[in-house]
């Protein structure tokens, strides 16, 4: 039997949590699950969960709770007022924050943690649709070791590897270091197709060129391919992406870090968002792309 029987999921319904919450639904737990539109949770119910309608409600049934959601204004957003989770939750329950919300946000739900009597653990994640689906998550947990027993079982539910950090704040931050690299792959993966194809080439060429040496590698092929083939039905949105990008370059920033790579990458993926933004995060080549009258001219 799992340790703790009963998860509650808040955002069940979005791209990341649905799939979370189904497999923590399918590896035993009593699951509890909400989302802001009902009607994305309900298919949950096929595999045993229970569809609340409000957080607080979905939080009282629960021993442990999982946000995963939007942004840290949304995560709190759900956890307080008179329907959001605290108004739910037992003393004593752990808060497992899986969202990316960087270190401001982290800092103040360690804080209203505190203040409600919960144990907090942040945990964000690496992957996206497809691995959330899968079960295939890197978990980037940071927090109490004493409650690493208790919600290891729900991590194994949701990732194929949890990386343990230390304190709580601490997953957040390597996540915002890796959210860094993944935006800088894709802006430069951008730059150099447009670069290609403006000088009569094909991105194709390009994969050739580097194909199976050091300069290869799977996450380009991914996102890259996507720009070639110019589809962009989003596994990781690229208003997202620049969200995450934005919350780097504000932990930089507090720092005193002099990151110029960083902060061009993030104003040049702001740039795509009105027009893209619900695309994927490949979806930051429109903004270089060039007309298919200019290539090669």
Same mark, same amino acid.
């Given at each position: 039997?799992?340790?703790?029987?009963?998860?509650?999921?808040?955002?069940?319904?979005?791209?990341?949590?649905?799939?979370?919450?189904?497999?923590?639904? $399918?590896?035993?737990?009593?699951?509890?699950? #909400?989302?802001?539109?009902? !009607?994305?949770?309900?298919?949950?119910?096929?595999?045993?969960? +229970?569809?609340?309608?409000?957080?607080?409600?979905?939080?009282?049934?629960?021993? @442990?709770?999982?946000?995963?959601?939007?942004?840290?204004?949304?995560?709190?957003?759900?956890? +307080?007022?008179?329907?959001?989770?605290?108004?739910?939750?037992?003393?004593?329950? @752990?808060? *497992?924050?899986?969202?990316? &919300?960087?270190?401001?946000?982290?800092?103040?739900?360690?804080?209203?943690?505190?203040?409600?009597?919960?144990?907090?653990?942040?945990?964000?994640? %690496?992957?996206?649709?497809?691995?959330?689906?899968?079960?295939?998550? @890197?978990?980037?947990?940071?927090?109490?070791?004493?409650?690493?027993?208790?919600?290891?079982? &729900?991590?194994?539910?949701?990732?194929?590897?949890?990386? #343990?950090?230390?304190?709580?704040?601490?997953?957040?931050?390597?996540?915002? *270091?890796?959210?860094?690299?993944?935006?800088?792959?894709?802006?430069?993966?951008?730059?150099? &197709?447009?670069?290609? !194809?403006?000088?009569?080439?094909?991105?194709?060429?390009?994969?050739?060129?580097?194909?199976?040496?050091?300069?290869?590698?799977?996450?380009?092929?991914?996102?890259?391919?996507?720009?070639?083939?110019?589809?962009?039905?989003?596994?990781?949105?690229?208003?997202?992406?620049?969200?995450?990008?934005? %919350?780097?370059?504000?932990?930089?920033? /507090? %720092?005193?870090?002099?990151?110029?790579?960083?902060?061009?990458?993030? $104003? /040049?993926?702001?740039?795509? *968002?009105?027009?893209?933004?619900?695309?994927?995060?490949?979806?930051?080549?429109?903004?270089?792309?060039?007309?298919?009258?200019?290539?090669?001219?």
């Amino acid at each position: 039997m799992p340790a703790a029987d009963a998860v509650a999921v808040l955002g069940a319904g979005g791209t990341m949590g649905f799939g979370m919450a189904r497999n923590i639904a $399918r590896a035993g737990f009593q699951l509890h699950a #909400w989302n802001r539109s009902r !009607e994305r949770a309900e298919p949950l119910s096929a595999d045993g969960a +229970q569809i609340h309608d409000t957080a607080a409600e979905a939080a009282a049934a629960a021993d @442990v709770i999982v946000t995963m959601l939007t942004d840290a204004d949304v995560v709190l957003a759900t956890m +307080q007022g008179d329907g959001g989770a605290f108004a739910g939750a037992r003393a004593g329950s @752990v808060w *497992v924050q899986m969202s990316t &919300i960087g270190e401001q946000g982290t800092a103040r739900c360690i804080e209203l943690a505190k203040e409600h009597g919960l144990v907090f653990v942040d945990a964000p994640v %690496l992957g996206t649709k497809q691995p959330a689906a899968e079960g295939k998550l @890197v978990v980037l947990a940071s927090g109490s070791e004493s409650e690493r027993e208790r919600v290891q079982p &729900i991590l194994d539910a949701v990732g194929q590897r949890t990386m #343990w950090i230390g304190e709580a704040g601490a997953g957040s931050r390597l996540k915002l *270091v890796t959210n860094a690299w993944i935006v800088a792959v894709v802006e430069g993966a951008a730059e150099t &197709i447009a670069l290609a !194809e403006g000088l009569g080439l094909g991105g194709e060429q390009f994969f050739e060129a580097i194909d199976g040496g050091a300069l290869d590698m799977p996450y380009l092929r991914l996102k890259g391919g996507a720009m070639v083939r110019r589809d962009f039905e989003p596994t990781f949105a690229l208003r997202l992406a620049t969200k995450d990008a934005m %919350l780097a370059e504000e932990s930089a920033e /507090r %720092l005193g870090l002099d990151l110029p790579m960083l902060a061009a990458v993030s $104003r /040049r993926m702001q740039e795509g *968002v009105p027009e893209h933004g619900d695309e994927d995060l490949s979806a930051t080549y429109l903004t270089s792309a060039p007309t298919r009258a200019d290539a090669g001219s």
